[in-house]
């Protein structure tokens, strides 16, 4: 394959000189992990504290990371890529909230996103998490096969009408919407709830997309299973691939409660494991429709190849590649630029309440040392090729 995630240009063409200059040293800065922990410490104190530090994280991470507060002010950014041929899935990335109301208001969120995404063409998919609509311990404890209460029933029956009034109206607008992968502790509840959405609405074009995330060894297996059902019952398969973002959560829970670990021995077994899955479903794409959420150049690459292998047209609305908003530009704009489907997830929320996933950008650019010295390495290519 041509090296096109080389071309800079392409990559940083929606960033204005001062801009790029924000990337660059904010990718800098956050590529100290000293400064990651103090500068998380000090943030959460002042905003917890009241003080007015909200203007100075918009200009900074919040802008580089997140589109907007509300799903209005995200369409300059959604229109600006969309002018790339850069969709957007809108993420409304509150979390950590556990009342009912807020799940309540989550889903009013989705659904109201669903109905944004049906008028403008540059947003084909929404997405959710599986604990914005309901308690992470209701997840768990249905996962771990125990009774639930009267009362938590009907708690889970609340989350599974959650669940199906969003696929439903998805459906009924053609929106493909993405279901998020979590912990392994609760994601058996959510798998079993996203098949039933997927036997229900999946019956023809896969609407309804779960996350398998490939760094646990056990996914390529489920989702043969999952396959075999699919064909005997006469329903098809969306799925979101990615490596997977709770590793180190996943294996100090493993050590302490003496279970094996989830997750793949190394990284050499996770990236063999996401490309098996890759070709797993790129070679049945009649039945499976794939989104690929990834930031890794090499997989990209490789699902170029094969999709080109196997004489996959490279729109072909059954293959989408994903990243976030604020990351791996290099790969969305140039994938997006010769021909290919691309949506960058885009973040939003109000400031104090989008921390803990700003926090978690800025630490995963820490820990992938290799992630984050690629975006200042491209940044610092395209300031020289600007002559900034
Ligand atoms: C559009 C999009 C949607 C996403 N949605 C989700 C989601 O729903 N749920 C979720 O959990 N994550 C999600 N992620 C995050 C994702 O799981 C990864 O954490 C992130 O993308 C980094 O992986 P990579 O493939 O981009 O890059 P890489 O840098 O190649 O991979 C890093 C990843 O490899 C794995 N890894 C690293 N070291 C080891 C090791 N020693 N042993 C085993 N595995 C290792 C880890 O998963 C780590 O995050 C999403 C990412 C994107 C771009």
């Given at each position: 394959m041509p090296k096109i995630f080389e071309n800079t240009e392409v990559a940083f063409s929606l960033k204005s000189d001062s801009e790029l200059e924000r990337a660059y040293w904010l990718f800098k800065m956050i590529s100290c992990q000293p400064l990651v922990r103090i500068g998380t410490a000090a943030t959460n104190f002042a905003l917890n504290a009241n003080l007015p530090v909200e203007g100075l994280i918009r200009s900074t991470v919040f802008d580089h990371f997140c589109g907007g507060v509300n799903e209005q002010d995200c369409l300059p950014v959604i229109d600006s890529m969309y002018a790339k041929n850069v969709s957007s899935v809108l993420d409304?990335?509150?979390?950590?909230k556990e009342m009912e109301s807020f799940f309540d208001a989550a889903m009013e969120k989705t659904l109201k996103i669903i109905n944004f995404a049906d008028e403008k063409k540059s947003m084909p998919i929404a997405v959710f998490k599986p604990t914005g609509f309901g308690r992470f311990h209701l997840y768990q404890k249905k996962s771990e096969g125990e009774a639930f209460t009267e009362k938590e029933q009907e708690e889970w029956n609340r989350v599974v009408a959650r669940y199906d009034s969003v696929c439903k109206l998805a459906k009924e607008k053609d929106v493909e919407i993405l279901i998020d992968g979590e912990e392994s502790w609760m994601q058996d509840a959510a798998d079993e709830l996203c098949e039933a959405m997927m036997r229900k609405y999946n019956t023809g074009i896969p609407i309804v997309y779960n996350t398998l995330q490939?760094?646990?060894?056990d996914r390529l297996d489920y989702l043969k299973q999952l396959h075999e059902r699919a064909k005997k019952d006469g329903f098809t398969i969306g799925v979101k691939i990615v490596r997977g973002a709770y590793m180190e959560k996943e294996r100090e829970r493993a050590d302490e409660k003496g279970y094996e670990s989830p997750i793949c021995a190394n990284k050499a077994a996770t990236d063999l494991n996401f490309d098996e899955t890759l070709e797993y479903i790129l070679r049945n794409l009649q039945t499976i429709s794939l989104f690929i959420g990834t930031h890794n150049e090499q997989s990209s690459y490789l699902a170029m190849q094969m999709m080109a292998d196997l004489n996959i047209e490279k729109n072909d609305n059954r293959v989408w590649f994903g990243q976030l908003y604020g990351m791996s530009d290099h790969i969305s704009f140039n994938l997006a630029d010769h021909g290919y489907n691309v949506a960058k997830y885009v973040p939003f929320g109000p400031v104090k309440d989008v921390m803990p996933y700003l926090i978690r950008r800025a630490e995963e650019n820490t820990s992938v040392a290799g992630q984050t010295s690629r975006e200042l390495m491209l940044l610092k290519a395209e300031r020289q090729r600007r002559k900034i």
């Open positions: 409304f990335s509150v979390e950590g490939l760094y646990r060894w």
